[in-house]
C-alpha cells in the first residue's frame, strides 16, 4: 500500500524558510506525479506545488517565486524548499500522489501519509 510521509516542519518566522522531506513507499515512485497539498483547520485543503514524472513543476500562485519542489527517484523522496515564508504559509502539510485529474485539484491527490505542522509567526 502506498504511503507518503511528510516531514521537516516546525516553528519559523516571517521571512524564514524551512525545507520539508516526504519519504514515499509502497509505489514505482518514479513514475508517479506527487505533490504537497496543506491543510489549516476551518479550511478547504490547498495545493502548494506539484511535480510529475519529467520533472515538470507545478505551483499555487500564493507560493510562486518563494517555494520550490523536488524529488529525489533514487531515494522516492520529495522535497519543498520553503523561502520567504509568511505568516498565512501556516498550516498542515502533506506529500500526496497524483492519481488522476487536474495536477493543481487537490481532490486529484491520493495515499496522504502523516503531515507535518509549519507555522510562521510574523
Known amino acids: 500500500q502506498a504511503r507518503l510521509d511528510a516531514s521537516g516542519g516546525g516553528p519559523v518566522q516571517a521571512g524564514g524558510s524551512l525545507r520539508l522531506s516526504c519519504a514515499a513507499s509502497g509505489l514505482a515512485f518514479s513514475i508517479n506525479a506527487v505533490g504537497w497539498l496543506r491543510q489549516v483547520p476551518g479550511q478547504e485543503t490547498e495545493f502548494v506545488a506539484g511535480?510529475?514524472?519529467?520533472?515538470?513543476?507545478y505551483y499555487a500562485d500564493a507560493v510562486k517565486g518563494r517555494f520550490t519542489v523536488s524529488r529525489d527517484n533514487a531515494k522516492s523522496a520529495l522535497y519543498l524548499q520553503m523561502d520567504s515564508l509568511k505568516p498565512e504559509d501556516t498550516a498542515r502539510y502533506y506529500c500526496?500522489?497524483?492519481?488522476?485529474?487536474?495536477?493543481?485539484?487537490?481532490?486529484?491527490?491520493?495515499?496522504w501519509g502523516q503531515g507535518t505542522q509549519v507555522t510562521v509567526s510574523s
Open positions: 511535480i510529475n514524472s519529467g520533472y515538470r513543476e
Open positions: 500526496a500522489r497524483h492519481a488522476s485529474g487536474q495536477y493543481y485539484d487537490p481532490s486529484a491527490y491520493q495515499d
